[in-house]
C-alpha cells in the first residue's frame, strides 16, 4: 500500500468537514421551514427532509434503514422506533448520518418542541456537554477513548444527567452495530478503549471521531441527542 501524503490526510479532512456543514445547512434549512410540526408523523417529516435534501443540497436518501426524525420515546437508543406523530411537547432528534453515509461521518440535533422548559434545558445541556468533550480533546493530545468517556459521564452528572447509550461516540468511517462494542472497542469512544483517539490507523489514516451524546433526564424520561465531528471543528 502507498504511503499516505498530508495531501491525502487533508482532502479527507476536508471530505469530513465538508459532510458536517452540509447537514448544518440541513438542519438550518428544516428548522427554518417549520418542517417539524405537531401533528406531522415521523414519515412524512423523512419524506420532506429527503425532498430538501435533493432539491437543495443534490443528495438522495435510500429507504433502506432511512428514519432521520424521530419523536419522544422514539428518541430512546436501541428502539424499535414504530411510527410516530409528534405531539405538542415533544422532543424530536433530526439524524442525518443516512444521508451523510458518502461523507463516512454522522450529525444530529435535538428539537423541543412546545414551552416545556425541563425539555428545552435538556437539549442546552447535551450541546454543553459535547462543548466540553471537544475541549477535553483539545487540551491533551494522548486522550484515550476511556479517558473521554469517563469525561463526559462526568459532565452529564455534573448537569444531573446520565447517559443513553453505552459510548459517547465512534470512528468516521465505520459503521459498527451496537453489539460490536465489546468485541471492537478500538473503534467507539468508550471504557474498553484505551488508544489515544489521535492516532494513526494501521491503514495509514489519520483517525478521526464522531461524537454521540446521548443525554437522558430520568426524571421526566426525555432524552436528547447531539452528535457530530470531534476533532475537525
Known amino acids: 500500500m502507498a504511503t499516505?501524503?498530508?495531501?491525502?490526510?487533508?482532502?479527507?479532512?476536508?471530505?469530513?468537514?465538508e459532510g458536517q456543514r452540509m447537514a448544518q445547512r440541513l438542519f438550518a434549512h428544516v428548522v427554518g421551514a417549520q418542517v417539524i410540526q405537531p401533528g406531522r408523523g415521523e414519515e412524512e417529516v423523512d419524506n420532506r427532509i429527503a425532498l430538501i435534501a435533493r432539491e437543495v443540497f443534490g443528495v438522495r436518501a435510500g429507504r433502506v434503514g432511512r428514519r432521520f426524525a424521530r419523536a419522544g420515546a422514539n428518541t430512546v437508543v436501541g428502539g424499535r422506533w414504530p411510527e410516530r406523530v409528534i405531539g405538542?411537547?415533544?422532543?424530536?432528534?433530526?439524524?442525518?448520518?443516512?444521508?451523510?453515509?458518502?461523507?463516512?461521518?454522522?450529525?444530529?440535533?435535538?428539537?423541543?418542541?412546545?414551552?416545556?422548559?425541563?425539555?428545552?434545558?435538556?437539549?442546552?445541556?447535551a450541546a454543553a456537554v459535547a462543548t466540553?468533550?471537544?475541549?477535553?480533546?483539545?487540551?491533551?493530545?494522548?486522550?484515550?477513548?476511556?479517558?473521554?468517556?469517563?469525561?463526559?459521564?462526568?459532565?452529564?452528572?455534573?448537569?444531573?444527567?446520565?447517559?443513553?447509550?453505552?459510548?459517547?461516540?465512534?470512528?468516521?468511517?465505520?459503521?459498527?452495530?451496537?453489539?460490536?462494542?465489546?468485541?471492537?472497542?478500538?473503534?467507539?469512544?468508550?471504557?474498553?478503549?484505551?488508544?489515544?483517539?489521535?492516532r494513526t490507523l494501521e491503514e495509514g489514516w489519520r483517525a478521526h471521531w464522531i461524537l454521540q451524546i446521548h443525554l437522558v433526564d430520568e426524571r421526566h424520561g426525555h432524552t436528547a441527542v447531539h452528535a457530530e465531528l470531534l476533532d475537525l471543528v
Open 132 to 198: 466540553g468533550a471537544r475541549n477535553a480533546l483539545r487540551a491533551e493530545d494522548s486522550l484515550t477513548g476511556r479517558e473521554l468517556y469517563a469525561e463526559v459521564l462526568r459532565l452529564a452528572a455534573e448537569a444531573g444527567r446520565s447517559l443513553g447509550a453505552p459510548h459517547c461516540g465512534r470512528l468516521t468511517g465505520t459503521a459498527p452495530a451496537p453489539y460490536e462494542e465489546a468485541a471492537r472497542p478500538e473503534v467507539f469512544i468508550g471504557p474498553d478503549n484505551g488508544l489515544p483517539l489521535r
Open 4 to 17: 499516505l501524503d498530508r495531501i491525502d490526510m487533508g482532502l479527507r479532512s476536508l471530505h469530513l468537514l
Open 88 to 125: 405538542a411537547q415533544d422532543l424530536v432528534v433530526l439524524d442525518f448520518e443516512s444521508l451523510l453515509a458518502p461523507y463516512e461521518t454522522g450529525f444530529a440535533r435535538t428539537v423541543a418542541i412546545g414551552d416545556d422548559l425541563a425539555r428545552r434545558r435538556l437539549v442546552r445541556d
